[in-house]
């Protein structure tokens, strides 16, 4: 099986990213209007700045063109995250413990597929999560989970 444009992207990136101290949040391939996107979101302990953006950007740009993996015209940005960084990995969920998150499921857990609630924690491969309006927490498979994002809260 072929691996996809994304895959190949996440493969390349990641050991450039992790060798200036960084994480490689995720990896976005799509096309928007008639021009297609590379986005790379990058975060580190502390936060992303400017100047770490165009570091990376610097030493994936010359990658890219050499390795010639996308098979057309597009533009590159890196960035940070963002407050409502996405959560992807188990490791997200016990670097984030305590914050509030936005968790959707594939399927029904506990009758639903939608949760916000406090991260408390993980055991294993499942997510511990505080429902507080509810008063109620639940435990989720780190495989059921569609999507995860920080909540920002004020």
């Avoid at 996440?10 to 450039?16: A, C, F, G, Q, Y």
């Avoid at 924690?121 to 309006?133: F, N, Q, Y």
């Avoid at 927490?137 to 004020?154: C, H, P, R, T, Y």
Wanted: one cysteine or more; aromatic letters at 8%; hydrophobic letters at 40%.
């Amino acid at each position: 099986m072929s691996q996809s444009v994304t895959d190949k992207l996440w493969e390349l990136l990641t050991p450039v990213v992790e060798s200036e101290g960084m994480e490689l949040v995720e990896v976005e391939y799509k096309k928007t209007g008639r021009d297609w996107v590379v986005r790379v979101f990058i975060d580190k302990e502390g936060g992303i700045t400017v100047a770490d953006c165009s570091l990376i950007s610097w030493q994936i740009n010359p990658l890219l063109d050499v390795e010639d993996i996308i098979p057309h015209q597009y533009t590159l940005e890196v960035s940070s995250p963002g407050l409502d960084r996405p959560l992807k990995k188990i490791a997200d969920y016990q670097r984030f413990k305590g914050q509030l998150a936005r968790i959707t499921t594939f399927a029904s857990v506990e009758g639903r597929k939608k949760y916000l609630g406090r991260i408390l924690g993980v055991e294993g491969e499942k997510v511990l999560l505080d429902i507080e309006a509810e008063k109620q927490q639940i435990s989720i498979a780190i495989q059921d989970i569609a999507k995860g994002n920080l909540e920002v809260e004020f």
